[in-house]
């Protein structure tokens, strides 16, 4: 499975310390992890609404992740207390 919760862990608290910057794709790749595993997991971390991501496609058909963004609920959902609805 491509799904890697260690990996999207460190994925999100990347993208926090980095906020409210985006980070370069490239940089992701910080465990040196199969690109199909960065792809699978920014992916499914944008479809939750914890990042926002671009992803770039070559006319070959390879697709490779531009840059990524934590969002508002995913420094949220890292600091487990309930954000703004918890005030």
């Given amino acids: 499975m491509k799904i890697d919760r260690d990996y999207q862990k460190q994925l999100l608290t990347i ?9 370069p794709g490239p940089d992701l ?17 944008s479809e939750h609404g914890l990042v926002k991501t671009r992803f770039s496609q070559e006319l070959a058909g390879r697709m490779y992740l531009t840059d990524a963004k934590i969002t508002a609920k995913g420094l949220d959902f890292l600091a487990d207390d309930g954000g703004l609805t918890a005030i």
């Fill in 29 to 45: 790749q910080f465990t040196n992890e199969d690109p199909q595993v960065v792809l699978a997991n920014a992916h499914y971390l």
């Fill in 15 to 23: 993208l926090a310390k980095a906020y409210p910057k985006s980070v």
